[in-house]
């Protein structure tokens, strides 16, 4: 039995399953995870981060159909959401690169189905991708890989975001760093020598911090780096941003999921500058608007919803409105920004000349109407590369 918390940074598992992943008493921590124990230092079967790897290894691997199959539903599920592409890092968990590769160089074909994939690339994944003879950039029309993904931390969820100060709600721990400081800088140099950008996930304010030391200490000569979360920060981490060419790939409908449990996790003084999309805007900071699916429904407008009202749908309680988007703002989130982020601005992202023709039809205007009906709006069409890929009531 493998059990995964929501946020993929925490799992239960049984006896068997510990049994045949060989944890025992005497099995020492993993880099960046930890093996929860009882009072006698027996595992309980609690797995945070890196640890759940131990059991994932000897789990049944998928097939090739398997992957197929599942590549195809998601993608056709995604029109019908709006989506004319995804940013995505699946690279290194279906068999490794080159099974999972091949499957969406079968799947997005051109033709049967155009989709915009852009494909982080798990630092682990790099050597494998490598041996295929592929590099950064465009594959396809449709497919290209991007910068280096890395973890620095877990979540909140699971208190394995890596926090600079104890969690308030627990002060046994500040979190997990899933690489050491030297290691973080060392994946980042590994990048760099061959001028790739890297995408480093970062909740707590300790991962940004680290991260943001090693993107200093390597600076990039050209493009764009990710940050992604960006969920608990502070001034002067802002303030460090600022000096770098880097991107905030921020998941609105967080808003929505992590409050107001969140609140006990880091307390008020922590706050002001956490999930704080509008001060990061203000800062002049580039923001790219996602959904962080799984972990979140992959829906655009309950993103848009959540960063306009900053509440549940269909709940009262607003969670830090000062923080609140206005609707153009949140839109160009997902647009202009998610553009913006991969170096594609100057043909992505907008409705105008010259650009690709990859764009949505909503049966409403997201600027005339209350913004608790954003949810409620319905996608008439998806077109990419001028091709309708799904229309409403009509089966393709």
């Known amino acids: ?14 006896s068997c399953a510990l049994q045949l992943a060989g944890i025992t008493k005497q099995t020492m921590d993993p880099e960046g995870g930890v093996i929860v124990r009882d009072a006698n230092g027996e595992p309980t079967g609690f797995l945070l981060d890196t640890a759940t790897e131990l059991v994932k290894e000897v789990m049944p691997k998928v097939s090739d159909e398997y992957v197929e199959t ?7 599920d995604l029109y019908k959401l709006g989506l004319v592409g995804g940013h995505t890092e699946d690279l290194h968990y279906y068999g490794g690169f080159k099974q999972t ?41 449709f497919i290209e890989l991007g910068a280096v993904k890395i973890f620095a931390d877990g979540a909140l969820g699971g208190r394995t975001a890596f926090l600079t100060q104890p969690y308030t709600d627990d002060p046994s721990t500040s979190g997990v760093a899933i690489h ?36 200093e200490r390597y600076p990039l000569s050209s493009g764009r780096d990710r940050l992604i979360h960006v969920q608990v920060a502070n001034l002067d981490l802002i303030n460090r941003m600022k000096q770098l060419p880097v991107i905030l790939d921020i998941q609105p409908r967080f808003v929505a999921s ?12 922590r706050l002001e500058y956490s999930f704080a999309w509008k001060t ?11 959904s962080d699916a799984p972990i979140e429904p992959a829906d655009p407008l309950l993103g848009i919803h959540a960063a306009v009202t900053r509440k549940r749908q269909g709940g009262i309680e607003e969670y830090q409105p000062e923080e609140k988007l206005t609707v153009f703002e949140a839109v160009q989130l997902f647009t202009t920004g998610s553009a913006y982020a991969i170096e ?32 409620q709006t319905n996608v008439e069409m998806t077109i990419v590369d001028n091709s309708i890929m799904f229309q409403r009531n009509v089966v393709r």
């Open 344 to 375: 594609k601005e100057l043909e992505r992202g907008l409705i105008s000349k010259g650009f690709l023709a990859d764009f949505t039809v909503l049966d409403r205007n997201l600027f005339a109407i209350e913004p608790d009906e954003i949810p």
């Open 280 to 290: 990061l805007l203000k800062a002049g900071l580039h923001c790219a608007g996602g």
């Open 258 to 269: 992590d409050f107001p449990w969140v609140i006990e996790r880091i307390g008020l003084d």
């Open 101 to 141: 590769f091949d499957q969406f160089k079968k799947v997005v074909d051109g033709k049967t189905r155009k989709f915009r994939a852009h494909l982080l690339v798990h630092h682990e994944a790099i050597a494998e991708m490598e041996q295929e003879g592929y590099e950064k950039g465009e594959i396809s029309s």
């Open 1 to 14: 039995m493998f059990l995964s918390r929501i946020c993929r940074h925490a799992a239960l598992v049984n």
């Open 70 to 76: 599942a590549l195809q539903v998601a993608i056709d």
């Open 180 to 215: 050491t400081e030297e290691g973080l800088f060392e994946l980042v140099k590994q990048a760099r020598l061959k001028n790739r950008p890297v995408a480093i996930h970062v909740i707590g304010d300790g991962a940004l911090e680290m991260a943001l030391t090693a993107l």
